[in-house]
């Protein structure tokens, strides 16, 4: 069984940009879920959908948004850019856990 | 505080030793304990994965859970240098549809 994929794997934009991510969850799985990881902050929940519908939502502004397709393929949406939400952002697939894709490394200069 | 808290190492230990690494938590409401392996530049990597108190075994590596203390740990046995890598504790509430919470994650150097 192929695991979650994530495009890209790396991404560098700028401040006041908007830059969407990718996810493909494991065949079969319903839901995702999306996480920052930061040095300073660990992972953060950032939201997870599940048959197209946001189920879940952690505290970040409304710049960040997500969906999800009826393929259970999910994208994440961050507008107006800061430098602060340079990170590594995982979708995670659930079956009985929660299973990681590699992540995207995004960079704001 | 946070909810999940974790000693962020790093740890640096012989091959061949026993490592133990450590999770304490607040929130009375987590049923569903998880550790997770994370290589330098890579996704976490679930490992083990329990529920309630107890222990769960799966080859080199033990999960314990001890709810009335709010306390988890993985045990490592006979470390080798590829363990080398940052282990992440999370938990949750429910099976499945909850968010989880994360340790910030504990550092582990197995040097031969």
């Known amino acids: 069984k192929a695991g979650v994929t994530q495009t890209p794997r790396y991404l560098i934009k700028t401040r006041g940009q908007q830059v969407t991510l990718s996810c493909s969850p494991i065949?079969?799985?319903?839901?995702v879920s999306w996480y920052q990881q930061t040095p300073g902050q660990g992972l953060q929940f950032l939201f997870e959908?599940?048959?197209?519908?946001?189920?879940n939502k952690g505290n970040f502004p409304g710049r960040f948004s997500g969906r999800q397709f009826s393929n259970s393929r999910s994208e994440m949406n961050v507008s107006t850019l800061e430098l602060g939400d340079s990170a590594l952002y995982l979708c995670?697939?659930?079956?009985?856990?929660?299973?990681f894709g590699p992540g995207t490394r995004l960079l704001v200069l | 505080q946070k909810e999940v808290e974790q000693d962020p190492g790093p740890l640096s230990v012989p091959e061949g030793a026993i490592v133990s690494l450590n999770c304490t938590y607040s929130?009375?409401?987590?049923?569903?304990f998880m550790w997770y392996r994370q290589y330098s530049r890579k996704g976490p990597e679930l490992l083990m994965y329990?529920?309630?108190?107890g222990n769960k075994e799966d080859g080199r590596f033990t999960a314990q859970v001890d709810k009335s203390s709010k306390y988890i740990s993985l045990f490592i046995r006979d470390s080798q240098p590829s363990d080398s890598a940052t282990y992440l504790c999370?938990?949750?509430?429910?099976?499945?549809?909850?968010?989880?919470?994360f340790g910030t994650g504990t550092r582990l150097q197995v040097f031969p």
């Open positions: 995670a697939s659930s079956g009985e856990t929660q299973y």
């Open positions: 065949s079969g799985h319903r839901s």
């Open positions: 959908y599940f048959s197209e519908t946001q189920r």
């Open positions: 929130n009375s409401a987590f049923q569903y």
């Open positions: 329990t529920y309630s108190s």
């Open positions: 999370a938990m949750s509430r429910t099976y499945n549809t909850d968010k989880l919470i």
